[in-house]
């Protein structure tokens, strides 16, 4: 299991749902993504993602790349990719307090 940190330089909210549009709409393989969360200010947006494996991210960024630099977003560097030790979801099944 990996991990995908993406810091664009200016990912804004409407470049975020336009780039989400793309994605579902050119059939972008979703297989083997356990979590997606996007976070941050609206106009300085980070993404966070965790993958089965790097083969499933590799198949999945094959899309996003070209539709990231279609809308103009800029990355000053590529994703970290860092591997993935231990998960704890507990805090996602406990009962509200």
């Not at 609206?42 to 899309?63: C, E, G, I, K, N």
């Not at 590529?78 to 996602?92: G, H, K």
Request: hydrophobic content about 40%.
């Amino acid at each position: 299991m990996i991990a995908v940190y993406v810091n664009p330089e200016n990912l804004t909210l409407e470049l975020y749902q336009k780039a989400h549009e793309a994605l579902v709409a050119s059939g972008a393989p979703e297989t083997g993504r356990i979590h997606h969360s996007c976070f941050g200010e609206p106009d300085r947006l980070m993404v966070y993602d965790t993958w089965d494996s790097q083969a499933d991210f590799d198949a999945f960024a094959a899309h996003l790349g070209p539709i990231l630099e279609q809308l103009g977003v800029k990355m000053d560097r590529p994703p970290d990719v860092i591997p993935v030790v231990a998960v704890d979801q507990s805090a996602y099944t406990s009962e509200p307090g």
